[in-house]
């Protein structure tokens, strides 16, 4: 009877095992192959080992790192803040196209002393010294000349494209030859200016002269004293009779006054030119207060010559021999 019992014991017994949830599981790790594992070290990036010079780096202290960075930080932002001006070789008769600030005010600056600009666009144009100074509104493309004053044998033709960007500086170059042309022509042009201005102070300073002597003032720099026998005006005009009263002395020129009188039958106007004819230093000549005189009538005539040098100096008596002033 014991035979079989036991049988029927293990049966039970495995088949209440199996019914249980509360068996321990053990999970194994994934089985990795050879060829796995070969094909997992290719795709990483293989450094080879840095070969041993023998040099040894000293460290670099940490406060010049810090100062190198900043340099560095400064310098970038001012690359990105900051635009330069910028260079354009130009030549007179050569259009050239640039870009300009749009809604900003362009400065460009040209090699010419007195910059003239011509232009029948829109846009805003003046000039201060070398510098001219553009501004437009809108996108419309600005045409205009350039000329050194009033030559118009050098002109530079400039087509400005406005754009949306910052306020540009243009510096204008000239070639070689152009530069060349360019300061022949402001040296004559200087002494002309120079020599039409010394021109214009002396007219200006006669007119100041004859404006005194109609006054009756004595000028200033000149001493009033009767006329030498030598020091008479002669004028080549008919039926005027000249006399000769006074002499303003100068430092270098006689003012010599006189009468004109009209001694013909009919009014006549005197002619100053006809007093310049055959003196050589005469240098300007006036009359006050008629130019058109009646029968019989004068006027006051003024005529200013050049001093010969000796004339105007004089010998001083020497002390020594006993001389007085």
């Not at 010559?305 to 001389?323: D, F, I, K």
């Amino acid at each position: 009877m014991k035979r079989h019992f036991l049988p029927w014991l293990l049966v039970t017994f495995t088949q209440g095992s199996w019914a249980t949830d509360d068996l321990p599981v053990t999970v194994l790790p994934p089985v990795t192959t050879v060829a796995e594992e070969s094909s997992s070290a290719s795709s990483q990036p293989v450094v080879p080992p840095k070969p041993d010079l023998g040099i040894e780096l000293p460290p670099v202290d940490a406060s010049v790192i810090k100062v190198a960075n900043q340099q560095a930080a400064a310098s970038n932002a001012t690359s990105a803040t900051s635009i330069g001006p910028q260079h354009i070789a130009v030549k007179p008769g050569i259009n050239e196209l640039m870009p300009i600030a749009v809604g900003h005010l362009n400065r460009l600056v040209t090699p010419f002393e007195h910059p003239v600009v011509t232009t029948t666009s829109q846009a805003t144009t003046s000039t201060k010294g070398k510098i001219v100074y553009v501004a437009t509104a809108d996108e419309t493309p600005v045409t205009l000349y350039i000329t050194p004053g009033d030559n118009q044998d050098i002109a530079l033709s400039l087509t400005l494209i406005p754009k949306r960007i910052p306020a540009r500086e243009i510096h204008l170059d000239l070639d070689k030859d152009s530069y060349q042309l360019l300061n022949q022509w402001q040296r004559s042009d200087s002494a002309s200016r120079t020599s039409s201005q010394q021109e214009q102070a002396y007219i200006s300073q006669l007119k100041a002269l004859f404006r005194d002597l109609g006054l009756q003032k004595t000028p200033s720099g000149y001493s009033l004293r009767e006329p030498k026998p030598q020091e008479q005006i002669h004028c080549l005009q008919d039926r005027f009779q000249i006399q000769t009263g006074q002499v303003l002395e100068g430092q270098d020129q006689l003012i010599l006054v006189g009468l004109a009188k009209n001694t013909g039958g009919d009014m006549l106007e005197f002619d100053e030119r006809s007093c310049a004819t055959i003196q050589q230093d005469v240098l300007a000549v006036s009359v006050w207060p008629n130019v058109v005189l009646k029968p019989q009538e004068a006027t006051e005539l003024y005529v200013v010559v050049r001093q010969a040098p000796e004339a105007s100096t004089s010998l001083r008596p020497s002390l020594l021999g006993g001389g007085q002033p």
